[in-house]
Nanobody, 119 residues
Framework: QVQLVESGGGLVQAGGSLRLSCAAS????????MGWYRQAPGKQRELVAE???????TYADSVKGRFTIFRDSAKNAVSLQMNSLKPEDSAVYYC?????????????WGQGTQVTVSS
């Protein structure tokens, strides 16, 4: 069973920074893609950032220029550096790993980590 464990959430003031980390129980390079999603109360879960096995990155328009997704080989983790945080970034952030095609692209999710940005 694949496990993804997020860490790094917390409370920060607007304009501050946080770094989220997602540690995987198997090589992060074995996934077709890994990404960060978030879900605020009363809203649907949305993609924040994603990085593919080929290192192509995608960002939500709302976070472009502020957030950076990257792979940390030494920690076997995918991290999300979040700068210039805004109150509207407050949400539970989830890590997702997409299995390769030979594994039917099964999605794996972490348990989530809370990010709260105060104004």
């Amino acid at each position: 069973q694949v496990q993804l464990v997020e860490s790094g959430g917390g409370l920060v003031q607007a304009g501050g920074s946080l770094r989220l980390s997602c540690a995987a129980s198997r090589s992060i390079f074995s996934f077709l893609a890994m990404g960060w999603y978030r879900q605020a109360p009363g809203k649907q879960r949305e993609l924040v950032a994603e990085i593919t096995s080929g290192a192509r990155t995608t960002y939500a328009d709302s976070v472009k220029g502020r957030f950076t997704i990257f792979r940390d080989s030494a920690k076997n983790a995918v991290s999300l550096q979040m700068n210039s945080l805004k109150p509207e970034d407050s949400a539970v952030y989830y890590c997702r790993g997409t299995a390769p095609i030979r594994e039917n692209q099964n999605p794996y999710w972490g348990q989530g980590t809370q990010v709260t940005v105060s104004s």
